[in-house]
T-cell receptor
Framework: DQQVKQNSPSLSVQEGRISILNCDYTNSMFDYFLWYKKYPAEGPTFLIS?????DKNEDGRFTVFLNKSAKHLSLHIVPSQPGDSAVYFC????????????FGTGTRLQVTL | NAGVMQNPRHLVRRRGQEARLRCSPM?????VYWYRQLPEEGLKFMVY????????ESGMPKERFSAEFPKEGPSILRIQQVVRGDSAAYFC????????????FGSGTRLTVV
């Protein structure tokens, strides 16, 4: 039972353009959402998070949008850079903290020149 | 200011042997989390520990797997009598308290069972 779904296994975007990564969830008890970035042979790195009381959170080039009624969130990267090429994981937590995260299967982003 | 340190980075074990994975949290962090990533999958929560206490082990397989975080020393994830299905990347993360934001992961231990 995949409670957090990332339906696009890969995405290719040109440098300078917007990257949009999507994530859907099924568990209504999730109230905290995070995005992680992962390079090969490294651990995931925290990027940005959002609480269910908000619908948008922005940090530099990264913005996360949350649509609770659709149980959908997205990560926007503007402008995309070659160094952004990595696997992006969406994660969710239902306890009010990030103690136990449920991860999606990831989307591999390739930013081309 | 070292990050979360995991060792070994790569571990090869024959079926039936024991695997011990070690995780040293960041300085000042007393909470440790273990996750497993099977090939082509996302990370799956295994266990959450504080010093000398297991807080949540709901993701741990019922048999062969155990975890500890002693008062002194690293956290240990132990897998007894390994099978090929245990081959995966095991990641540890730490936080100074019950994590409010994304916690910091180590680089992982890649376990291969042959």
């Amino acid at each position: 039972d995949q409670q957090v779904k990332q339906n696009s296994p890969s995405l290719s975007v040109q440098e300078g353009r917007i990257s949009i990564l999507n994530c859907d969830y099924t568990n209504s008890m999730f109230d905290y959402f995070l995005w992680y970035k992962k390079y090969p042979a490294e651990g995931p790195t925290f990027l940005i998070s959002i609480s269910s009381i908000k619908d948008k959170n922005e940090d530099g080039r990264f913005t996360v949008f949350l649509n609770k009624s659709a149980k959908h969130l997205s990560l926007h990267i503007v402008p995309s850079q070659p160094g952004d090429s990595a696997v992006y994981f969406c994660a969710a937590s239902g306890s009010g903290t990030a103690s136990k995260l449920t991860f999606g299967t990831g989307t591999r982003l390739q930013v081309t020149l | 200011n070292a990050g979360v340190m995991q060792n070994p980075r790569h571990l090869v074990r024959r079926r039936g042997q024991e695997a011990r994975l070690r995780c040293s949290p960041m300085k000042g962090h007393s909470h440790v989390y273990w996750y497993r990533q099977l090939p082509e999958e996302g990370l799956k929560f295994m266990v959450y520990l504080q010093k000398e206490n297991i807080i949540d082990e709901s993701g741990m397989p019922k048999e062969r797997f155990s975890a500890e975080f002693p008062k002194e020393g690293p956290s240990i994830l132990r897998i007894q009598q390994v099978v090929r299905g245990d081959s995966a990347a095991y990641f540890c993360a730490s936080s100074p308290k019950q994590a409010q934001f994304g916690y910091t992961f180590g680089s992982g231990t890649r376990l291969t069972v042959v």
